[in-house]
């Protein structure tokens, strides 16, 4: 089953922003340890991105840090992710995924929960 569904990807030249989203269930995202997003390119292993866990502490791969921002509103149950001044390296497709366990760990577990994936192509 999706249990996450992931939005807001597309093409942008480089330098310019996109906002990506990931939709769950109430219960996902209140019963989730750690959100997070992962990308993947062509031939190139799934690479973690960015997570945020339930006290709201992020964490940032080198390569976005200061140029990518996660949050989160469980109100609405949405997964954000804020990208800007993007670069050609950053194309990729980006999934979202929930973790149950203690903490952003549990994103490795073979229960945590991936949305499908959005394709992201950043362009010269």
């Known amino acids: 089953q999706v249990q996450l569904v992931e939005s807001g990807g597309g093409s942008v030249q480089a330098g310019g922003s996109l906002r990506l989203s990931c939709r769950g269930s109430?219960?996902?995202?209140?019963?989730?340890?750690?959100m997070g997003w992962f990308r993947q390119a062509p031939g190139k292993d799934r690479e973690r991105v960015a997570t945020?866990?339930?006290?709201?502490?992020?964490d940032y791969a080198d390569p976005v840090k200061g140029r990518f921002t996660i949050s989160q509103d469980n109100a609405v149950t949405t997964l954000y992710l804020q990208m800007d001044s993007l670069r050609p390296e950053d194309t990729a497709m980006y999934y979202c995924?929930?973790?149950?366990?203690?903490?952003?760990?549990?994103?490795?577990?073979?229960?945590?929960?991936w949305g499908q994936g959005t394709q992201v192509t950043v362009s010269k």
């Open positions: 995924a929930a973790g149950f366990g203690s903490d952003c760990s549990s994103l490795r577990d073979n229960s945590a929960y």
């Open positions: 109430q219960l996902t995202f209140e019963s989730s340890a750690c």
């Open positions: 945020i866990d339930r006290d709201s502490v992020t």
